[in-house]
């Protein structure tokens, strides 16, 4: 009988090992193949990251984000960068990359509008709630995102112009890289005021007055996955769970409109 025992476990062990590294192989495979890349616009930081959680529990694989600039972030995509999916800020930057083919085009969808509005410290003595209120001789730096390539940048701009206000103003513009940098300019207090999005917004950190919409372009966001994906399904998967009944609700408390 003890003959037989030494005879079978080293063939026992053997195949435990054999499976164990086939496991640990597949398991490899398959981490590696459901890590989702995504481009997204610095106004849907908060946002996102919520949804990114739930997704990853939903589905069980990994999503990266990567905010920034939309214009930046359409560049990088255009040299090559690679993400599976680009959220802009604006519909404008993914339209073009479809007319460059280098989006799949039937996933391309309207999946937020944006609102912008004036953000200032709230401990601060001076009272800022309109645009005119910029104008104030002791509101002496305003930060916006820079205009050439950030849609909410764009559209504070086009408020301002609408306020007439954009020629008087040019002496305290300050333009941060991107939503998120301007939202920084303000709570560091190297500016009175800035223009930012609804959906960085926090009610303990900022004041925040919300601009006329019909003062600027609509902010119609857009999303598309990327045609050079490896992960085309799951990036599929992603677009549909932020406009479906967990990530909807998500995007509406971070102050988007989301399209039916």
């Known amino acids: 009988m003890k003959v037989k025992i030494f005879t ?11 499976n164990s590294a086939c496991g640990t192989s ?8 459901i ?3 995504v481009a997204a616009a610095s106004d849907l930081t908060l946002a996102f990251t919520e949804v990114g959680q739930l997704f990853e529990e939903e589905t069980g694989g990994t999503v ?15 040299n090559g960068a690679p993400f599976d999916i680009f959220a802009a800020a604006n519909i404008h930057f993914v339209d073009q990359l479809n007319e460059k083919e280098l989006i799949i085009p039937d996933t391309q969808t309207t999946y937020a509008f944006g609102r912008i509005g004036i953000a200032t410290l709230p401990d601060q ?4 709630e309109t645009l005119d209120d910029l104008l104030k001789e002791e509101v002496r730096k305003v930060a916006i995102a820079n205009p050439d390539h950030a849609p909410y940048g764009l559209a ?14 040019q002496g305290k513009l300050v333009y941060g890289r991107n939503i998120s940098d301007t939202l920084a300019y303000i709570e560091t207090g190297n500016v009175e005021a800035g223009i930012i ?3 960085l917004y926090k009610d303990d950190e900022v004041d925040f007055h919300i601009i006329n919409d019909d003062m600027h372009a609509p902010l119609e966001q857009s999303i598309a996955v990327i045609n050079r994906t490896t992960e085309e399904e799951l990036a599929r998967e992603f677009i549909q769970f932020i406009m479906g009944p967990i990530g909807k609700p ?3 408390r971070y102050g988007f409109v989301v399209p039916e």
């Open 250 to 252: 998500i995007m509406e």
């Open 26 to 33: 597949d398991k490899n495979g398959d981490e590696k193949s």
């Open 64 to 78: 990266t984000f990567s905010f920034g600039s939309t214009g930046q972030l359409a560049d990088q995509i255009e």
């Open 8 to 18: 079978i476990l080293p063939i026992i062990i053997f195949i435990s090992i054999i």
């Open 156 to 169: 504070a701009k086009q408020a301002l112009e609408e306020a007439d206000l954009w020629e008087g103003l």
């Open 35 to 37: 890590e989702l890349k």
């Open 125 to 128: 003595t001076i009272s800022i």
């Open 197 to 199: 999005a609804l959906s």
